[in-house]
């Protein structure tokens, strides 16, 4: 008979634990108080630490046991606390959170009231004259213009002595300096001696498209005089042999050829 007591007597706190700490999903919506979704909003279970977030329509589902303590937390709104009850699983809770208070800022008068309010009416609006002076100026600048506008130049009465009369202008001087130093800096043209002429029309046939030449039946030898025709009539090693630029030099090329090609018998294209 003893064995059987205690048996029971251990049996007995194993069912009490059981029924009080078993999980359950509690389910709700949160809304403001004017029943307004505002998803998403935090719950906390404080007890197990386990939290959720409201759906789009203000939903949720969180585990939970009885005596449990469930928060709500939204930006902008009151904390609200829950302890969970034994009748609140039986059906979805229905939460409402209470929107904070927005503080305004303090407003610091200078002007301590009298309490006559004639006399704090008068001290703290506007003057009948400035009033009336601003409606005024508004509707000035509104009104279209009656006179044409002053010619915005100072008479020559007040300009005093004009120092440039009679001098020479510094910039026309500096343009002058600009020029001769151009002209010192630059390469002086020089004709070309037999040596610097070979060159040239060697770089000529490197670096130039002959082709439109070519296109006329043209052969090598045949280049060859006219590249000297060019040079000799269009002063071509003289001009560029220093400075070389290939689209000046194959522009000078295909003027001296409209020449060359009037004296000379040259195959059609």
């Known amino acids: 008979m003893r064995i059987y007591f205690k048996q029971s007597l251990y049996g007995i706190p194993f069912f009490i634990s059981a029924g009080i700490f078993a999980q359950q999903q509690v389910t709700g919506m949160v809304t403001d108080n004017s029943k307004k979704n505002i998803n998403p909003v935090l719950i906390i ?12 329509s203000g939903n949720f589902t969180l585990e939970a046991s009885e005596n449990d303590e469930l928060r709500f937390v939204k930006e902008g709104y009151y904390r609200f606390d829950k302890k969970m009850r034994k009748e609140d699983f039986n059906s979805p809770l229905m939460i409402s959170l209470d929107n904070t208070e927005i503080e305004i800022p303090e407003v610091n008068i200078t002007y301590k009231p009298t309490g006559n309010l004639e006399r704090d009416n008068r001290h703290l609006n506007e003057s009948r004259k400035a009033v009336s002076l601003r409606s005024e100026l508004d509707e000035y600048m509104k009104s279209p213009l009656n006179a044409p ?5 100072v008479s020559k009465t007040f300009t005093g002595q004009d120092y440039k009369t009679g001098q020479v202008s510094i910039l026309g001087v500096l343009d002058a300096a600009v020029g001769l130093f151009k002209k010192a800096t630059e390469l002086k043209i020089t004709k070309a001696n037999f040596t610097e002429t070979q060159d040239f029309l060697k770089r000529v046939k490197e670096e130039i498209d002959l082709q439109f030449l070519r296109k006329y039946g043209m052969d090598e030898e045949q280049i060859d005089h006219f590249l000297i ?16 630029k290939a689209d000046i030099v194959e522009y000078e090329l295909k003027v001296a050829f409209a020449e060359y090609k009037k004296t000379h018998k040259l195959g059609n294209i």
């Not at 009539?233 to 070389?244: D, E, G, I, L, Q």
């Open 229 to 244: 025709y060019a040079n000799d009539t269009r002063m071509m090693a003289k001009k560029y042999r220093k400075k070389f």
């Open 149 to 153: 506008l002053p010619d915005n130049t």
């Open 45 to 56: 279970n404080v007890s197990n630490q386990k939290s959720t977030l409201s759906d789009a």
